[in-house]
């Protein structure tokens, strides 16, 4: 699934490394599940949760048997930023993201000017073959620090909103996030967490410089993205 910072890209870097972690008896929770491009890939018990209430409609509605993504055009997709509330909670999110430039958010129309890729088709195949991936994910609207863990032992995959981005440079509390993944470290359960930097007490286990356009400046740029662990 299309999504803005998707880790879709180095899942195969890294997700052996946390697996390694893994016992049978954990559940694998993600609070920032997004476009669950990381959760599609691990079996078991699991658990994505996100604050947008319009993704986690779609991931529930792809998580049903035999989903098919619908096909929406640019005028409807027009029709659907203008009068979200028209229109069911995952179909809006189907169009915000895997129909928008780069899965910004509503971010115009995804099209080929030299009539060479249909990108709706590519979006619905995507998307259909994902939905097999992840029937039986216990997908949940929720803030990462209200989810309801009642397991001492789960693998917790963070990826939030990153540190100085544009898109949440005021909005997001980046001390309270560090502090939360400590307490679930003290509480038993393996936290991991991509970033471009962490606090001095979360080492850095896997570190791969990539094209970002997730930097507050304008454009693509070098970033070194990190996956840490709490050590305490």
């Known amino acids: 699934m299309k999504y803005m ?16 972690h893994r016992t049978p008896e954990m559940t694998w929770v993600e609070p920032f599940v997004g476009g669950a491009n990381m959760i599609d890939k691990v079996d078991g018990k699991r658990i ?30 027009n029709d659907i930023k203008k009068y979200p509330s028209q229109y069911p909670r995952w179909v809006v999110g189907y169009a915000a993201t895997q129909l928008s430039y780069g899965g910004k958010w509503f971010g115009g129309y995804r099209r080929d000017k030299q009539g060479k890729r249909n990108y709706c088709l590519e979006a619905q195949k995507n998307v259909n073959k994902q939905s097999e991936n992840i029937q ?3 997908f949940i609207h929720c ?11 789960c693998l917790i995959y963070c990826d939030p909103p990153y540190e100085g981005t544009t898109s ?19 509480r038993g359960h393996q936290v991991f967490v991509s970033e471009y930097n ?16 997730l930097t507050k400046d304008t454009g693509s740029k070098k970033a070194n993205e990190q996956l840490f662990m709490y050590c305490g």
């Open 5 to 20: 910072g998707s880790k879709n890209r180095i899942a195969k870097h890294i997700l052996p490394i946390m697996l390694e």
């Open 48 to 77: 994505g949760a996100d604050l947008n209430e319009y993704v986690i409609s779609l991931l529930n509605q792809m998580s049903k048997p035999n989903y098919k993504a619908p096909e929406i055009n640019e005028e409807k997709y």
């Open 136 to 138: 039986n994910v216990n």
């Open 143 to 153: 803030s990462y620090n209200e989810l309801p863990l009642n397991s001492d032992n």
């Open 168 to 186: 949440y440079k005021d909005s997001f509390d980046h001390i309270q996030f560090w502090n939360w993944c400590r307490e679930m470290s003290d």
């Open 198 to 213: 962490a606090p001095g007490d979360f080492k850095s286990i896997y570190s791969k410089e990539v094209n970002s356009s």
